[in-house]
Each structure stands twice: as structure tokens, then as C-alpha cells.
């Protein structure tokens, strides 16, 4: 409460939730445009980004070959201007870019796009799961030793699943 600048603004949220606000996102960026390098480069990454999302989005599951050669040059060209970003706040004492293997792995996203489009192969809904499954077994962990703790997740679990199949039957 005494030094609100004191860190920077944080943004944290889901990818599946994150994917759908870039676009507004890098509209702010374009507005907010200082003319310095860094907002060349963060507007040309939320642009990229954008672009490579449309790409996916408005393709079939198999992508003609020149669509994903597009997604390809679209991530390697939002990667180059992340990396940059993430060199120059490092070189000004500034943590803003973190450069984190999921970066690798993007490229590997755009990179397989020849053989089946990312946005059928993507995991948002299975890193959703094992979140919830790593709550609730921490849910289930107070006062249980490790070598016992599958028992009473596996219990939680089946009651979970009997009450969601519950409510979709009285939802019909």
C-alpha cells in the first residue's frame, strides 16, 4: 500500500483465457506506443502472435502447406522479437521477459503445423486437468503420509465425476 509502483504490473491467467485477449492486448500496445524500441518490439510480438492465432483458428485440421509455413515464420518472428525483449530488460536489472522452455516448445507448435494445425493438438484442457487433480490432492494431503494419499484422491475423485454425471442427467 505504500509504494504501489513498487514491481511491475503482473498479468497471470490460463492460456486457453490468455489466446483470446492478445488481440486487444496488442491493440493497448499499438496506442501506447512511446516510439522506443522495446514497444516496436513488444508491438510486433502481440502482432505476430495475433496473426499466428488467426492462422490456426481459420484453418482445417490439416493446413495447406503455405498456411503452415506462415504459422512458422509468424512464431519464429514473435519468438525473435520476444527474445529480444527479454534480453534488453535483462541488460536494464529489469525481469520482464521471461524466457521459460514453453518458448522452445511454441516453436515446436508452429513447427508441426505441417503435418496437423496446432489448434487440434494444443493442451490447454489437459494442463487444466492435472491443476485440478494437483489441488485436489492437495486437498486430500493434510495429516496423510505420500504412500497413502492415491486412496482418499481416487475417492474425491470418483465423487466428483458421480456428481457431475449426476447434474448432467437432471440437466437433460
Given amino acids: 500500500p505504500k509504494s504501489p509502483r513498487a514491481n511491475f504490473p503482473f498479468f497471470k491467467a490460463k492460456a486457453a483465457e490468455t489466446r483470446h485477449f492478445v488481440p486487444m492486448l496488442a491493440k493497448i500496445a499499438q496506442e501506447m506506443d512511446t516510439g522506443s524500441e522495446v514497444s516496436k518490439h513488444r508491438i510486433a510480438a502481440l502482432h505476430c502472435l495475433t496473426l499466428f492465432y488467426q492462422v490456426c483458428d481459420s484453418r482445417p485440421m490439416f493446413m495447406h502447406p503455405d498456411a503452415a509455413r506462415k504459422a512458422q515464420q509468424l512464431m519464429e518472428a514473435l519468438l525473435g ?44 484442457k489437459c494442463e487444466s486437468w492435472v491443476g485440478k487433480i494437483s489441488f485436489l490432492a492437495h486437498s486430500c494431503a493434510h495429516g496423510t503420509s505420500l504412500a497413502k494419499l492415491s486412496i482418499p484422491v481416487a475417492e474425491k475423485y470418483r465423487y466428483m465425476v458421480h456428481f457431475r454425471l449426476s447434474r448432467a442427467i437432471h440437466e437433460d
Fill in 81 to 124: 522479437n520476444y527474445f529480444w525483449l527479454h534480453k534488453e530488460t535483462i541488460a536494464n536489472s529489469k525481469h520482464l521477459y521471461k524466457y521459460v522452455p514453453k518458448c522452445h516448445y511454441s516453436w515446436h507448435l508452429a513447427y508441426t503445423a505441417r503435418w496437423m494445425n496446432p489448434r487440434f493438438t494444443w493442451t490447454y
